[in-house]
């Protein structure tokens, strides 16, 4: 059985600086910063369990049905202001579905 590591020191920072709403969240063998939305819709932040001393993010909003799929991809992001703009962005989109 294949098992997680434990999330290292680049994602935990990460998640501090983005605050209490968000947690770390393993899916599909990966720890991701996670946070899910009043009405169902969801954000996984893949790519920031490494030791890199780069920033390369990926956000996949997920739908708010049972069994949903990614819905959107936010790929690309670079640095940890572009993160925060990028989730804020995307959180002011989905809030109003």
């Known amino acids: 059985m294949l098992k997680t590591k434990s999330p290292g020191k680049n994602i935990k920072e990460v998640l501090r600086k983005l605050g209490n709403r968000y947690t770390i969240k393993t899916i599909d063998f990966e720890n991701c910063i996670y946070l899910m939305l009043d009405n169902g819709y969801f954000f996984e932040v893949s790519g920031l369990d490494n030791a890199k001393k780069s ?19 936010i790929p690309n992001i670079d640095s940890l202001d572009m993160l925060k703009d990028c989730l804020q962005e995307a959180e002011g989109k989905y809030l109003k579905l």
Do not use: C, L
């Open 55 to 73: 920033f390369d993010a990926t956000i996949y909003v997920w739908g708010n049905t049972e069994g949903s799929k990614t819905i959107e991809t």
